[in-house]
């Protein structure tokens, strides 16, 4: 098979560039340690470990572009003995078939005190995740095999589960609970609608002149938490419940004894103060803009109640 394109991973970012690209008449490829993805006829779906070079080689035979979505346990030291290494081999293997690599990318390493962050804003965190994506930005454009990294700020849309706008918010908005949320939710915060930062990774996949770029997904402009809550009540037809804010020095309490909020704890600088990036000039290069708000929403409470099940 030639002019196969290679998506790695089928959480939320791999499941739908598969199902973008087998919508547009392409031929996909999903490699995953379980053989889970996407079904459709223009779908091929193969386990395995993107860590077994040797394997890699094989499956990228015929790869025009490969789309990097794999992930690890949220926290650093995961992070560290596991991305770079599976980057650096998938990143070898397609330089070995002349393929592209595009990553999708969060807003971690980015200097946020600069707000908007925009494609030009300092990527130089140092510490904890923050630093790992730095490195794993600083490790691609020295790959002589061409790459592209598409950031987004946090996710939701259809098959987002573990995300701050995703099972955290959705059931508890259509079920007319109170909505607890990190830090403040007032402050402006940007939300990535999957569908869109999955079709910019396409579109950079098959323009060379968006090659060796860092790129910012289609994104709308920033909401607050309290904003997200109410657009989601309003697509779901349901009442918007009370909205309350668990403070940061709570949760980074509770990270002195829990390790899983102490992770958590790193990152509450994105909800207790302004969290906004720009896409403006990505989406020029790309001739791309995001979805609407209401309609993301719509289509993700829409999905969420079909798929999931949820009151309301």
Not at 126 to 153: I, M, N
Not at 220 to 244: L, N, W
Request: hydrophobic residues 40%.
């Amino acid at each position: 098979m030639s002019n196969v394109e290679i998506v790695t991973g089928a959480g939320p970012v791999g499941w739908t560039v598969a199902s973008q690209l087998a919508e547009q008449g392409r031929q996909v490829r999903v490699l995953t340690r379980s053989g889970n993805g996407p079904e459709h006829p223009l779908i091929e779906r193969l386990k395995i470990d993107v860590n077994d070079a040797a394997s890699l080689r094989e499956a990228f035979d015929g790869a025009v572009a490969v789309y990097h979505c794999i992930h690890a346990a949220y926290n650093a030291a995961a992070w560290e003995s596991e991305l770079p290494a599976a980057e650096q081999t998938v990143l070898g293997a397609a330089g070995e078939v002349g393929a592209v690599v595009v990553f999708p990318e969060s807003l971690y390493s980015y200097d946020a005190s600069r707000q908007p962050m925009t494609e030009h804003t300092p990527r130089t965190a140092d510490r904890g995740k923050r630093g790992v994506r730095t490195r794993l930005l600083q490790a691609r454009e020295a790959s002589p095999t061409p790459t592209v990294s598409v950031v987004a700020s946090d996710f939701f849309g259809p098959g987002v589960l573990n995300a701050h706008a995703g099972e955290r918010m959705v059931p508890v908005v259509l079920a007319g609970k109170t909505m607890r949320v990190l830090g403040s939710a007032d402050q402006p915060h940007s939300f990535t609608y999957v569908p869109d930062l999955a079709a910019a990774m396409i579109t950079a996949a098959h323009d060379r002149t968006l090659w060796n770029s860092v790129l910012h997904a289609p994104t709308t402009p920033a909401v607050t938490q309290r904003q997200m809550v109410e657009a989601f009540a309003e697509a779901g037809g349901v009442e918007a419940p009370k909205v309350s804010a668990l403070p940061g020095w709570l949760i980074r309490g509770m990270g002195l004894i829990h390790p899983g909020t102490r992770e958590l704890g790193e990152l509450l600088y994105q909800f207790e103060d302004p969290f906004v990036m720009d896409s403006t000039e990505s989406e020029a290069r790309l001739d791309l803009h995001p979805t609407p708000l209401a309609r993301a929403a719509e289509e993700t409470v829409n999905w969420w109640r079909a798929t999931v099940g949820a009151a309301g």
